[in-house]
């Protein structure tokens, strides 16, 4: 279980720094690590209690990351 945390954070904080660097977003490198991560760590505290799951860990902190991202008010690109 410990070591499942740990993987989300760091698959949530990578997934933050390259849709900041590939230009999705534009709030800065960190506020966009720490929306990620906290999407991820809400959906990791989900699956947990309800068992909601889209596949492996993995792959849930990568689209929670995402979806964190586009829920938060973010400034497009224009």
């Known amino acids: 279980?410990?070591?499942?945390l740990i993987g989300t954070v760091v698959i949530a904080g990578i997934v933050?720094?390259?849709v900041e660097k590939t230009g999705f977003t534009h709030n800065g490198i960190?506020?966009?690590i720490i929306i990620c991560v906290g999407g991820a760590f809400l959906f990791y505290f989900v699956r947990i209690m309800?068992?909601?799951s889209f596949?492996?860990?993995g792959v849930d902190a990568i689209i929670a990351?995402?979806?964190?991202l586009i829920v938060?008010?973010?400034r497009w690109r224009r």
């Open 55 to 57: 596949g492996p860990p």
């Open 16 to 18: 933050g720094y390259l």
């Open 30 to 32: 960190l506020p966009s």
């Open 65 to 68: 990351s995402v979806g964190a």
């Open 50 to 52: 309800f068992g909601l």
């Open 1 to 4: 279980m410990f070591p499942t």
């Open 72 to 74: 938060v008010p973010t």
